[in-house]
């Protein structure tokens, strides 16, 4: 729970009056691997910081197909942001891709945190623009680069997701076959 108050104080200060009513109604949770912890088709009721593990925001397809926008580890949230916000059904699962901890909270929380906490909309308005700009620079990235360029990314920015995710689920986040995953990893 401190690690999250540390953060959403890095952005505006929290009182220790606010940063007490928050611990009240805040949560620490573990999951294991391949517990969902937003489910698509379903809507997402809470958003996790991340104290340990990694999860994997997927999507599947009418044909079944998977697809992995992106990881998030340690220090990130995990949510169906969209989901979340507009209480609607999520078109992607937030999944833990290894046994994870998170500090959760719950839309009747948010609710309340938006009222009582002085600086919580716009410590959140913050968040939001931040992991929107980092979205969008991932997406174009992996629309723009080769395969080679996109693993190199991957192994500057998140280098602990190489290390603790398996191949074929980094192949799929890159949009590549686990064979030419295979084959980039020999070059570098």
Same mark, same amino acid.
């Given at each position: 729970? *401190?690690?999250? +108050?540390?953060?959403?104080?890095?952005?505006?200060?929290? %009182?220790?009056?606010?940063?007490?009513?928050?611990?009240?109604?805040?949560? /620490?949770?573990?999951?294991?691997?391949?517990?969902?912890?937003?489910?698509?088709?379903?809507?997402?009721?809470?958003?996790?910081f991340v104290?340990?593990?990694?999860?994997?925001?997927?999507?599947?397809? @009418?044909?079944? *197909?998977?697809?992995?926008?992106?990881?998030?580890?340690?220090?990130?949230?995990a949510v169906?942001?969209?989901?979340?916000?507009?209480?609607?059904? @999520?078109?992607?699962?937030?999944? !833990?891709?290894?046994?994870?901890?998170?500090?959760?909270? /719950?839309? %009747? !929380?948010?609710?309340? #945190?938006?009222?009582?906490?002085? *600086?919580?909309?716009?410590?959140?308005?913050?968040?939001?623009?931040?992991? #929107?700009?980092?979205? #969008?620079?991932?997406?174009?990235?992996?629309?723009?680069?080769? !395969?080679?360029?996109?693993?190199?990314?991957? +192994?500057?920015?998140?280098?602990?997701?190489?290390?603790?995710?398996?191949?074929?689920?980094?192949?799929? #986040?890159?949009?590549?076959?686990?064979? /030419?995953?295979?084959?980039?990893?020999?070059?570098?």
């Amino acid at each position: 729970m *401190n690690q999250l +108050l540390t953060v959403f104080n890095s952005i505006l200060p929290i %009182s220790e009056e606010e940063q007490t009513f928050m611990k009240q109604h805040l949560f /620490t949770e573990t999951l294991k691997k391949g517990e969902k912890y937003c489910e698509q088709g379903k809507i997402c009721t809470k958003i996790g910081f991340v104290l340990e593990g990694i999860f994997k925001v997927m999507k599947i397809d @009418s044909e079944g *197909n998977e697809y992995i926008p992106y990881f998030t580890s340690e220090g990130h949230f995990a949510v169906a942001m969209e989901s979340f916000s507009d209480k609607t059904p @999520s078109d992607e699962s937030v999944v !833990a891709v290894t046994d994870c901890t998170v500090t959760s909270i /719950t839309s %009747s !929380a948010f609710d309340l #945190f938006e009222k009582e906490i002085t *600086n919580f909309s716009k410590i959140i308005h913050l968040l939001k623009e931040k992991a #929107f700009i980092e979205k #969008f620079k991932l997406k174009s990235e992996m629309l723009l680069d080769d !395969a080679e360029t996109k693993y190199a990314k991957l +192994l500057l920015r998140q280098p602990s997701i190489i290390q603790r995710v398996p191949q074929n689920q980094i192949a799929l #986040f890159l949009g590549i076959t686990p064979h /030419t995953l295979s084959r980039i990893r020999a070059k570098i």
